[in-house]
């Protein structure tokens, strides 16, 4: 029976983008801007993620203590909500559409680690959220996952695998509940 050895692991492969120094400014401005609790003012969290390269489309709201790991591998469009304590762990691209809602505590997590390899290798897989998803509080959605047009995955439910439209998705790992009406 193998076992795992962290000493092996090697990520060298892995390229966030932006060099060092780019890294370097984005954490203290994450630390002092977006996870900071006391700054409550989307306007400005949305001018410095566009200073550091992420594409934000109007009329987007965030609100304290998010959490961003690369803006230059954000792409975000319009009328979008980002909740409080919101992490976007984005190792790889994260492209969220129009009136997309991402509710307390969510978590988007583009790498996970292959635990069959003794190397415990890092993967990683871009996160789509296609318009009008809804993201409950406190659930995740994991690498490579395609959250479909009008999807919703329900509070505290794991994404592993893409949703279809306009169905809703709740448990870990989140299974179809019922379809998505809405109404007038």
């Not at 193998?2 to 780019?22: A, C, E, Q, R």
């Not at 203290?28 to 566009?50: A, C, D, E, G, M």
Request: hydrophobic fraction near 45%; charged fraction near 20%; include cysteine.
């Amino acid at each position: 029976m193998h076992k795992t050895d962290l000493s092996k692991f090697d990520n060298s492969w892995y390229n966030p983008k932006g060099n060092i120094v780019k890294r370097t400014l984005w954490y203290f401005v994450n630390v002092l801007f977006f996870l900071n609790p006391w700054n409550p003012l989307s306007s400005l969290k949305i001018f410095l993620l566009r200073l550091f390269g992420a594409k934000i489309g109007k009329g987007v709201i965030i609100k304290p203590s998010v959490n961003i790991k690369y803006p230059w591998r954000l792409s975000v469009g319009n009328n979008v909500w980002i909740g409080e304590k919101v992490w976007i762990d984005n190792l790889a691209d994260v492209k969220i559409a129009d009136n997309v809602s991402i509710s307390q505590g969510a978590m988007l997590l583009c790498g996970n680690h292959n635990y069959k390899k003794t190397s415990f290798d890092l993967i990683i897989g871009e996160i789509k959220l296609e318009e009008g998803v809804w993201i409950g509080a406190k659930s995740i959605v994991a690498p490579g996952v395609t959250c479909k047009s009008h999807s919703v995955l329900a509070v505290n439910s794991v994404a592993v695998k893409d949703l279809e439209e306009y169905t809703i998705y709740q448990g870990n790992p989140a299974v179809k509940v019922r379809s998505r009406i809405i109404e007038e």
